[in-house]
């Protein structure tokens, strides 16, 4: 038996390979559900503005209805890949092209261990759905997610935490490690955790969280992200085709940078 990778994860890989560094477009439906136009301006600036994919997801009321409008409203306005980042086992939608099959691995509760995961995995099998395996671990301060998920959010000074928990998933088989500070966190996932977690591991390593500026973005690609998220930028809309813009330019500039080192 070989190991089956799917068509997103190839090409995000493919992408990666090429470019040095991702970014990704984190839709959150509980904030973006209200005003469907500007969601559609919203999708259409993230693609112009170089996005590598669109993610949807959220941990604190969404309802599954609100879920498949704002899929729908990407695939219509988007050709980029549209990827389930589920907050529970809810989240599970056929309309996408693929999910992130997490782990919250700094969790107290073996419900988001394991447990939401066995829920869902019949439903993506049914369904179809490319599974795309991640370690999701939590950094503080960590915000609504690392309540809800019960976690021990990793103190901030201390990388080699962080980088024995990536390890660990990756010697689980996850194929991508998560680094989340929580959505609007005031401060995003220190350089220091980044560095060491991208040294421990050798999966790609995604880091999201209060990520708001070019420089910031640039930093964390240099520290060792290979994939930036970010998700409350969108929801300030004021300016986003620039502000947006500029980020994404910031992370691909640095990736070129690591390409060329190669
Ligand atoms: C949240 O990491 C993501 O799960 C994105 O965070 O909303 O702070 O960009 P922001």
């Not at 604190?60 to 309802?63: E, K, N, Q, S």
């Not at 929580?182 to 220190?190: F, I, N, T």
């Given at each position: 038996m070989t190991l089956k990778i799917g068509k997103i994860e190839t090409l995000l890989h493919e992408k990666l390979k090429e470019s040095g560094a991702l970014h990704f477009t984190l839709v959150d439906p509980e904030d973006m559900i209200e005003d469907p136009e500007n969601l559609k301006n919203v999708i259409k600036t993230a693609e112009k503005s170089g996005t590598d994919a669109f993610m949807v997801g959220g941990s604190?009321?969404?309802?599954h209805s609100d879920s498949f409008k704002v899929m729908k409203l990407i695939k219509e306005n988007s050709s980029l890949p549209l990827i389930i980042f589920p907050g529970?086992?809810?989240?599970?939608?056929?309309?996408?092209?693929?999910?992130?099959?997490?782990?919250?691995?700094?969790?107290?509760?073996?419900y988001w261990i394991s447990g939401a995961q066995a829920l869902g995995a019949p439903l993506i099998r049914r369904m179809g759905l490319e599974a795309i395996p991640m370690a999701y671990i939590i950094i503080e301060p960590g915000g609504s997610v690392s309540f809800i998920g019960d976690a021990k959010p990793i103190p901030r000074d201390k990388p080699d935490i962080a980088a024995a928990y990536a390890l660990a998933g990756e010697f689980l088989g996850m194929r991508l490690i998560y680094l989340e500070a929580?959505?609007?966190?005031?401060?995003?996932?220190?350089d220091e955790i980044v560095g060491m977690v991208r040294k421990a591991a050798s999966v790609p390593v995604i880091v999201g969280g209060g990520i708001k500026t070019a420089e910031v973005a640039a930093q964390k690609v240099a520290a060792g992200a290979s994939v930036i998220v970010t998700g409350t930028l969108i929801e300030e809309a004021k300016d986003l085709g620039e502000k947006l813009g500029a980020l994404i330019k910031a992370v691909k500039e640095e990736g070129k940078k690591k390409v060329k080192n190669e």
């Open positions: 604190l009321g969404i309802a529970n086992v809810d989240g599970v939608l056929k309309s996408a092209d693929a999910i992130f099959f997490m782990s919250l691995l700094n969790s107290r509760n073996p929580g959505s609007g966190a005031r401060a995003p996932v220190p």
